[in-house]
């Protein structure tokens, strides 16, 4: 299938509910840090874009939210996917990102060349949504912080060795920071800004 075939298929097949069902998981993901979830939904995505990240990209982008998208899925019907589904524009430019999408085994070389937000208004901030090699299975994380009793341990393949400095240079900026969220085929897990990791 041509990319610009891919780029209008797809979409939820019930646009209202499944978009609904998916943001009450991503907001429930974030209230309890490191909840790996599975999305039943199909979102008929193209290549190379996960299941997951598909959904949460139908759920949350809209036109008033810029897109960031990595090397290969820039080269891919994902931008225009998007774009036709959601009316989210696609930007070059990191730091005008609300939304950015990441491929597997690729980490941006500072968060902070995205939007970090402001004191007043730390919402405006980009949620990264990276995908890596799977969840629940891999080497072990240990989280902690707001959402978190105690703490909890969480299995992640195939998440680049650069994250956790890139992470903990993230977190002493709150109120300000990015969110994170984790995707692999139909299961992602969320890591607000004030969430600790420790390998």
């Not at 069902?21 to 039943?40: C, K, N, T, W, Y």
């Not at 990191?94 to 730390?122: H, I, N």
Request: hydrophobic share 45%; net charge negative; with cysteine.
């Amino acid at each position: 299938m041509s990319a610009n075939i891919q780029a209008f298929t797809g979409g939820f097949s019930d646009p209202v509910f499944q978009s609904q069902s998916v943001f009450r998981m991503l907001m429930d993901g974030m209230a309890r840090p490191g909840s790996i979830r599975a999305i039943e939904h199909d979102a008929g995505q193209p290549d190379p874009l996960g299941a997951a990240a598909g959904a949460i990209a139908l759920t949350l982008c809209d036109h008033d939210t810029p897109v960031w998208l990595s090397a290969s899925f820039a080269k891919s019907a994902i931008g225009e996917w998007i774009g036709f589904h959601s009316g989210a524009p696609i930007t070059r430019e990191k730091a005008e990102a609300r939304f950015a999408f990441v491929e597997p085994g690729v980490t941006p070389s500072s968060f902070g060349l995205f939007s970090l937000g402001t004191q007043e208004y730390p919402d405006r901030s980009t949620t990264l949504v990276i995908e890596v090699a799977g969840l629940g299975e891999g080497q072990s994380f240990t989280l902690s912080g707001p959402g978190i009793l105690q703490s909890k341990t969480v299995e992640i393949a195939g998440l680049p060795e650069a994250f956790l400095r890139l992470w903990a240079d993230n977190r002493p900026l709150f109120p300000r920071g990015v969110d994170v969220i984790l995707t692999a085929g139909r299961s992602f897990l969320c890591l607000p800004r004030t969430t600790k990791i420790v390998a």
